[in-house]
């Protein structure tokens, strides 16, 4: 069994939330499928180009795919959830917001009120 903590894990964890099959990201990627298969399997590492047709593909942020970010390293998340969500959810939420302003600062794209 593949753990959500590696890199071959968080992969297979954001297609299937993507709801895509491996034949349908690797089309959609640009990726061979018995390449991307190697990869969720953990028998290849993913290249740094392949992390970011990957990331594109399923529309989240190559850090979620890596597990390497400069904001979930800072990222304390204290909540208490009343809808049954677990915490580890609403981190990943979090998270995605939070990773998306840092890309927005260094862009230069200011938020505007």
């Given at each position: 069994m593949i753990q959500a903590s590696t890199s071959s894990g968080r992969i297979v964890a954001a297609r299937e939330a993507a709801e895509l099959t491996q034949r349908q990201l690797a089309a959609s990627s640009g990726i061979a499928q018995a390449t991307l298969s190697r990869i969720e399997q953990g028998t290849r590492p993913a290249k740094m180009n392949e992390i970011l047709a990957l990331a594109w593909a399923l529309g989240c942020p190559?850090?979620?795919?890596?597990?390497?970010?400069?904001v979930q390293d800072r990222l304390e998340c204290v909540a208490r959830a009343t809808d049954h969500s677990s915490m580890e959810t609403m981190r990943r939420e979090l998270s995605h917001y939070l990773e998306l302003d840092a890309y927005l600062e260094d862009q230069g794209i200011l938020p505007q009120l």
């Open positions: 190559a850090s979620e795919l890596t597990g390497h970010s400069r």
